[in-house]
T-cell receptor, first 110, second 118 residues
Framework: GQQLNQSPQSMFIQEGEDVSMNCTSSSIFNTWLWYKQDPGEGPVLLIALYKAGELTSNGRLTAQFGITRKDSFLNISASIPSDVGIYFCALRSNTGKLIFGQGTTLQVKP | DGGITQSPKYLFRKEGQNVTLSCEQNLNHDAMYWYRQDPGQGLRLIYYSQIVNDFQKGDIAEGYSVSREKKESFPLTVTSAQKNPTAFYLC?????????????????FGEGSWLTVV
């Protein structure tokens, strides 16, 4: 079956530092999605990527769709305490299912 | 405002009881999904529906049931057959494959429902 590997599993950083996380898949997909989940809430879409090589920013967040169409990364610059949460990558399969990565738990020390 | 509404936010169930979690969307989305999340873990797909009156099992469908009688609604019933039902349940929706555009690949989530078995 399709597999999606996300790393790192968790990060503990100092406020102001930059953060990078990535996902790789075993198959080629047409869309990469990045979500953030605050404790006790549903995931919120951060960035959607639709084209290989695409680089998209949303404020301090930047995500790229890998050229091979099998990977993507998310960068957060100048982290702040409210960046704390779980970040998920996700892919939409051609059967309609959404496949999630295992998540990256981010903690930011003020 | 358009969005996905889940209710209740918190639910307590006695062992042996069935409970139903509500999910309503006014986004005119064709596809709807139910996920389960356990503490410190990712999301696992329970059921999904691509169109009204049709749904498919996800990865962990045992002990759950769904219906899709209306486009806007996709209720999830957690039955007594579910051995470990305590979890955070998330409903989601998307435009759907039958009107698939790039934005159709984007899925939006409700705020979740906490179910605790007491």
């Amino acid at each position: 079956g399709q597999q999606l590997n996300q790393s790192p599993q968790s990060m503990f950083i100092q406020e102001g530092e930059d953060v990078s996380m990535n996902c790789t898949s075993s198959s080629i997909f047409n869309t990469w999605l990045w979500y953030k989940q605050d404790p006790g809430e549903g995931p919120v879409l951060l960035i959607a990527l639709y084209k290989a090589g695409e680089l998209t920013s949303n404020g301090r967040l930047t995500a790229q769709f890998g050229i091979t169409r099998k990977d993507s990364f998310l960068n957060i610059s100048a982290s702040i305490p409210s960046d704390v949460g779980i970040y998920f990558c996700a892919l939409r399969s051609n059967t309609g299912k959404l496949i999630f990565g295992q998540g990256t738990t981010l903690q930011v020390k003020p | 405002d358009g969005g996905i509404t889940q209710s209740p936010k918190y639910l307590f169930r006695k062992e042996g009881q069935n409970v139903t979690l509500s999910c309503e969307q006014n986004l005119n989305h064709d596809a709807m999904y139910w996920y389960r999340q356990d503490p410190g873990q990712g999301l696992r797909l329970i059921y999904y529906s691509q169109i009204v009156n049709d749904f498919q099992k996800g990865d962990i469908a045992e002990g759950y049931s769904v219906s899709r009688e209306k486009k806007e609604s996709f209720p999830l019933t957690v039955t007594s057959a579910q051995k470990n039902p305590t979890a955070f349940y998330l409903c989601a929706s998307s435009i759907g494959p039958f009107r698939l555009t790039n934005s159709g690949n984007t899925i939006y989530f409700g705020e979740g429902s906490w179910l605790t078995v007491v």
